[in-house]
Nanobody
């Protein structure tokens, strides 16, 4: 069992930065791949970034490539999403999710979800 709690969301102006964190409970966190997703009102959920269990491999969606960076610290059971050069279209609820397929970077069917954190970018 893995419980995920996101934090770090908020309201920032376009061009600004935010750092989201996903804190996990459970001794097996280091065996899970982690993905960040987002969902804006009226839109489908979008996969943003993923990282495999060791942290050596990452993946980014085209909409965030070059602006977002995903990283993890297995000793602290955390995964971070550094978001730079934010745009109004990045506004959404951001979720982290854990997948037991440890070596994937594109998370499609995660086993566990966090509750989400709101990110709002003003123009």
């Amino acid at each position: 069992q893995v419980q995920l709690v996101e934090s770090g969301g908020g309201l920032v102006q376009a061009g600004g930065s935010l750092r989201l964190s996903c804190a996990a409970s459970g001794r097996t966190f280091s065996t899970y791949a982690i993905g960040w997703f987002r969902q804006a009102p009226g839109k489908e959920r979008e996969f943003v970034a993923g990282i495999n269990s060791s942290g050596r491999m990452t993946y980014y969606g085209d909409s965030v490539k070059g602006r977002f960076t995903i990283s993890r610290d297995n000793a602290k059971n955390t995964v971070n999403l550094q978001m730079n050069s934010l745009k109004p279209e990045d506004t959404a609820v951001y979720y982290c999710a854990a997948d037991s397929l440890r070596d994937i970077v594109v998370v499609r069917n995660p086993d566990y979800w966090g509750q989400g954190t709101q990110v709002t970018i003003s123009s």
